[in-house]
């Protein structure tokens, strides 16, 4: 059974920084493109960033220059490193990964809690 566990979430000031990560089991992980959204209530899921099987990563505008996404195919873990964090990076932070083969197959983590507050 494929599992994603996000970590790395917490409080953080305005200006700082966290480093998040999806670790992944029961796969292999690098046959996934894998994407980063975020959520707060009443809001609709946004993609934060996604990284491709070969590594290419892409951003939404709020978040460009300031995170990165990154891939350790042989620890099956995804990063999502956060700098310049702002109060409007308070979110829960979601993992996904989907591998669009022969067969479609879409996995999500139960996320982790970000606040950016002083």
């Known amino acids: 059974q494929v599992q994603l566990v996000e970590s790395g979430g917490g409080l953080v000031q305005p200006g700082g920084s966290l480093r998040l990560s999806c670790a992944a089991s029961g796969t292999i992980f690098s046959i996934y493109d894998v994407t980063w959204y975020r959520q707060t209530p009443g809001k609709q899921r946004e993609m934060v960033a996604g990284?491709?099987?070969?590594?290419?990563?892409n951003y939404a505008d709020s978040v460009k220059g300031r995170f990165t996404i990154s891939r350790d195919n042989a620890k099956n873990t995804v990063y999502l490193q956060m700098n310049s964090l702002k109060p409007d990076d308070t979110a829960v932070y979601y993992c996904?990964?989907?591998?669009?083969?022969?067969?479609?197959?879409?996995?999500w983590g139960q996320g982790t809690q970000v606040t950016v507050s002083s």
């Open positions: 996904n990964a989907v591998y669009a083969g022969k067969i479609y197959y879409n996995h």
């Open positions: 990284i491709t099987t070969g590594g290419s990563p």
